[in-house]
């Protein structure tokens, strides 16, 4: 892997184990952290008001759909902090009802544990289920990869609402590595869009290969933040790498 972290901290990757990301944990009075990779939290409705919801996207649902349920361990723990770490263990509502994260025998807050069989990622998932059943969701935590596996190429960047995506030429969907406290937007103007394009700019400029967090300082080419922070740049959008070197080029993504 090409990422070098600043301080002499060494990365290993081993293709059996968790890679592309690093995690740590603070004193129990602080709660959890992340060293280097950027954190994500996704949400997932199952019903709001009685009715089935639609509220998550495709790329979401295509992300949580490939996860695997596995046991807790120090990743998941480090995930959701001391105050929540027992939880980690104790069923769910549909599992049993007299579990100690349940509510009058109905409601839920249990926590679930995951990994992304693709990347390894530990996922943490908060089960929030009213009573009455009338609100039920998912909250999913993990963090984002610091870059593909190696010899991947970038085929596409997807903008979908407050998630950015890549998509490598295998067609498997990935979380577009983030820098701890650098996160990504668009349609407006701001440090998100300002941090996109120039992750933009760095991807185009390594042709697709070897796609890492962390942007260079200054501002982008006028033309690429233009786009980024325009109404156009707002919707859900998958762009080949073809359409982000002409966005580059020209300002223009068609």
């Known amino acids: 892997m090409t990422y070098q972290p600043p301080n002499g ?5 081993n293709p059996g184990s ?27 409705d ?16 295509e992300w949580v759909q490939r996860l695997e349920p596995c046991d807790p361990d120090a990743l998941h723990v480090a995930l959701v902090g001391s ?3 027992a939880s980690l263990w104790q069923p769910c509502v549909y599992d049993d009802p007299q579990s100690p994260v349940t509510i009058a025998g109905d409601g839920c807050v ?17 089960h929030f289920r009213t009573v009455s059943g009338n609100h039920e969701n998912w909250r999913y935590y993990t963090c984002s990869p610091l870059g593909f596996p190696a010899g991947q190429r970038l085929a596409s960047l997807i903008i979908d609402g407050s998630e950015i995506w890549m998509r490598a030429e295998d067609g498997v ?8 406290g650098a996160g990504y937007s668009s349609g407006y ?9 120039r992750m933009i700019e760095k991807i185009v400029g390594l042709d697709g290969y070897d796609i890492t967090p962390g942007t260079p300082h200054g501002m982008p080419d006028r033309k690429v933040l233009a786009w980024i922070s325009s109404p156009a ?11 982000l070197k002409l966005l580059c080029r020209t300002g223009m993504v068609a």
Not at 9 to 13: C, F, T
Not at 233 to 243: G, N, P, R, V
Request: hydrophobic share 40%.
């Open 9 to 13: 901290l060494q990365l290993v990757y």
């Open 18 to 44: 968790y890679c592309h990301f690093v995690l740590y944990s603070e004193p129990p009075e602080v709660g959890p952290g992340i060293a280097l990779s950027g954190g994500k939290i996704l949400t997932v």
């Open 46 to 61: 199952k019903t709001v008001d009685g009715k089935a919801a639609t509220t998550a996207s495709p790329y979401v649902r």
């Open 83 to 85: 105050k929540d770490a």
């Open 110 to 126: 249990c926590w679930q544990t995951f990994h992304d069989p693709v990347t390894w990622m530990p996922v943490a998932a908060n």
């Open 173 to 180: 969907l990935h979380f577009l590595p983030e820098a701890q």
């Open 189 to 197: 103007g701001g440090g998100g869009p300002t941090e996109l394009a």
């Open 233 to 243: 740049a707002k919707h859900t959008q998958e762009l080949s790498l073809d359409q």
